[in-house]
């Protein structure tokens, strides 16, 4: 790297292809981060929100600077253009610009098509 370590927010979703790309991007290049899930926690989201001027994911703030419904690879190609990281040709060990496969979205249907009418129990 040559500029001292960033300071970097992502804000993802629990369950997203382009937010797995993100984290995929990050792993790749042994990048510390902050990661604020706006599905688990709807506060995220609204500071995403009110930060981005928009309400598309993933988000991603460096050193203060909010980069906007971005994928993995546009993070990477946004941190190699402002001198954080060089160029690394070593494969992301997930797609860093895809959304979810078919497949997934299939599977997260099918959970909660299982799931209604379901009551918790609690220990």
Not at 53 to 63: I, K, W, Y
Not at 83 to 95: F, H, L, Q, T
Not at 98 to 107: F, Q
Request: with cysteine; hydrophobic share 35%; proline share 5%.
């Amino acid at each position: 790297m040559s500029k001292q370590a960033p300071t970097i927010i992502a804000y993802l979703k629990t369950y997203c292809g382009w937010s797995e790309g993100v984290r995929a991007g990050m792993r790749k290049y042994g990048l510390a981060f902050e990661e604020k899930d706006i599905i688990k926690n709807p506060a995220f989201r609204w500071e995403m929100e009110t930060k981005s001027g928009q309400a598309m994911s993933p988000c991603v703030e460096v050193d203060g600077k909010m980069i906007s419904d971005v994928s993995g690879q546009e993070v990477e190609d946004w941190l190699i253009a402002n001198g954080y990281i060089e160029k690394s040709e070593a494969a992301a060990d997930a797609p860093t610009d895809s959304s979810c496969s078919p497949e997934h979205h299939e599977a997260k249907a099918l959970a909660k098509r299982q799931a209604v009418g379901k009551v918790p129990v609690l220990d």
